[in-house]
Nanobody, 124 residues
Framework: VQLQASGGGLVQTGGSLRLSCAAS????????FGWFRQAPGKEREFVAA???????WYAASVRGRFTISRDSARNTVYLQMNGLKPEDTAVYYC???????????????????WGQGTQVTVSS
């Protein structure tokens, strides 16, 4: 499985961006896609995830501002980011796994497949 992330950029506080993660290859029937981010000097942190049945999970810091969705026909997962803040500045990574239990969805160590990062910079 290969993942290709795109859509990052520079935006002002309060602005919006949409990240895309295009997947190629076969995942299991209970696959999960996740978005993680890593700011300079900080550990990688969970942002959002979506499962094949469209169940979603969000970090508390982005809930209500970010929306994860998927387009099965295009094999692509999106992260719509609204109301961006300077603290959202980070490299964003998409990840996937064929099967994760709910308690593992926010754990980056549990994902087998990773895309390259895309930089999101929010200016104040």
């Amino acid at each position: 499985v290969q993942l290709q992330a795109s859509g990052g950029g520079l935006v002002q506080t309060g602005g919006s961006l949409r990240l895309s993660c295009a997947a190629s290859g076969q995942l299991g029937s209970r696959y999960v896609f996740g978005w993680f981010r890593q700011a300079p000097g900080k550990e990688r942190e969970f942002v959002a995830a979506i499962r094949r049945d469209s169940a979603t999970w969000y970090a508390a810091s982005v809930r209500g501002r970010f929306t994860i969705s998927r387009d099965s026909a295009r094999n692509t997962v999106y992260l719509q980011m609204n109301g961006l803040k300077p603290e959202d500045t980070a490299v964003y990574y998409c990840a996937a796994d064929s099967h994760l239990i709910v308690s593992s969805i926010s754990d980056s160590n549990q994902y087998d497949y990773w895309g390259q990062g895309t930089q999101v910079t929010v200016s104040s």
